[in-house]
Nanobody, 119 residues
Framework: QVQLVESGGGLVQPGGSLRLSCAASGRIRSINTMGWYRQAPGNQRELVAVSGDNTNYADSVKGRFTISRDNAKNTVYLQMNSLKPEDTAVYYC???????????????WGQGTQVTVSS
């Protein structure tokens, strides 16, 4: 069974920083992409950043957020700086993983972590 466990969310003032972490565990053979999505109330889930062969960011976070990976630990991070109230959302980790129990890559999701930017 593959699981993604996120941590690092919380309440921060505008202009502040947070670092999210997401660790994949289980019988993992290979990980393709790892990334972060977010969903604000009343909105659809949207891509924030993804790391694979290339790294891509949503226009709204470019220059403020940085995604990084520790492949030895099957972990992806999201460093969020200069946070704005509009960054408030539940942040979800996503990873495309080939498990030993599967013959193909499957997309897995974390449980989500709340990020609130407010004074």
């Amino acid at each position: 069974q593959v699981q993604l466990v996120e941590s690092g969310g919380g309440l921060v003032q505008p202009g502040g920083s947070l670092r999210l972490s997401c660790a994949a565990s289980g019988r993992i053979r290979s990980i393709n992409t790892m990334g972060w999505y977010r969903q604000a109330p009343g909105n659809q889930r949207e891509l924030v950043a993804v790391s694979g062969d290339n790294t891509n960011y949503a226009d709204s976070v470019k220059g403020r957020f940085t995604i990084s990976r520790d492949n030895a630990k099957n972990t992806v991070y999201l460093q969020m700086n200069s946070l704005k109230p509009e960054d408030t959302a539940v942040y979800y980790c996503n990873a495309v993983i080939l498990a030993y129990s599967s013959g193909w890559y499957v997309a897995y999701w974390g449980q989500g972590t709340q990020v609130t930017v407010s004074s």
